[in-house]
T-cell receptor, first 113, second 113 residues
Framework: QKEVEQNSGPLSVPEGAIASLNCTYS??????FFWYRQYSGKSPELIMF????GDKEDGRFTAQLNKASQYVSLLIRDSQPSDSATYLC?????????????FGKGTLLTVNP | DGGITQSPKYLFRKEGQNVTLSCEQN?????MYWYRQDPGQGLRLIYY???????QKGDIAEGYSVSREKKESFPLTVTSAQKNPTAFYLC????????????FGDGTRLSIL
């Protein structure tokens, strides 16, 4: 069974701090990794995607990928109360010819003013 | 404005009734997907379609049916065989293989009367 695991949280950080969200996956052949943000009652919104080992930065967000250790993380710098949401990690397992994404159950992040 | 439109936003089903959820996209995406989300759970794939007139079962296809007669449209029917249909249903699309990110519509909330 191919799985994506996330700490369900809640993860609570003060405003202005760095929030670190982690995700592990079971399929070593996975190639594409995605982070979505989902506000309560809303649909998921794509934040970042990463394909290669290392860091990828976009504004206050940094995705980090380590394929050898089979984990991907999302760092949110200068966290804001508006960042409070559930963050979903999604992995394309089995290579690019596989259209399916496997989602983790999400980590609830709360940023306290 | 390009995007994915799901309708209706809320839907109520009577016992023994089939209901159809609409999903339309004007992003010119080849692939479309249907997910189900239950409270506190991740997204589970119901059906997906890589191209017009072709679709594949996802992880939880029992009690559901789909069609893909047009590139823009991928309706989902929740049949009376689906005994626990109450959930948040999300439609997504992507431009190609699993390496491409999926983008979501606003979702449909289905409840049993």
């Amino acid at each position: 069974q191919k799985e994506v695991e996330q700490n369900s949280g809640p993860l609570s950080v003060p405003e202005g701090a760095i929030a670190s969200l982690n995700c592990t996956y079971s399929d070593r052949g996975s190639q594409s990794f995605f982070w979505y943000r989902q506000y309560s009652g809303k649909s998921p919104e794509l934040i970042m995607f990463i394909y290669s080992n290392g860091d990828k930065e976009d504004g206050r967000f940094t995705a980090q990928l380590n394929k050898a250790s089979q984990y991907v993380s999302l760092l949110i710098r200068d966290s804001q109360p508006s960042d409070s949401a559930t963050y979903l990690c999604a992995v394309n397992m089995g290579g690019g010819s596989n259209y399916k994404l496997t989602f983790g159950k999400g980590t609830l992040l709360t940023v306290n003013p | 404005d390009g995007g994915i439109t799901q309708s209706p936003k809320y839907l109520f089903r009577k016992e023994g009734q089939n209901v159809t959820l609409s999903c339309e996209q004007n992003l010119n995406h080849d692939a479309m997907y249907w997910y189900r989300q239950d409270p506190g759970q991740g997204l589970r794939l119901i059906y997906y379609s890589q191209i017009v007139n072709d679709f594949q079962k996802g992880d939880i296809a029992e009690g559901y049916s789909v069609s893909r007669e047009k590139k823009e449209s991928f309706p989902l029917t929740v049949t009376s065989a689906q005994k626990n249909p109450t959930a948040f249903y999300l439609c997504a699309s992507s431009s190609g293989t699993g390496e491409q990110p999926q983008h979501f519509g606003d979702g449909t909330r289905l409840s049993i009367l």
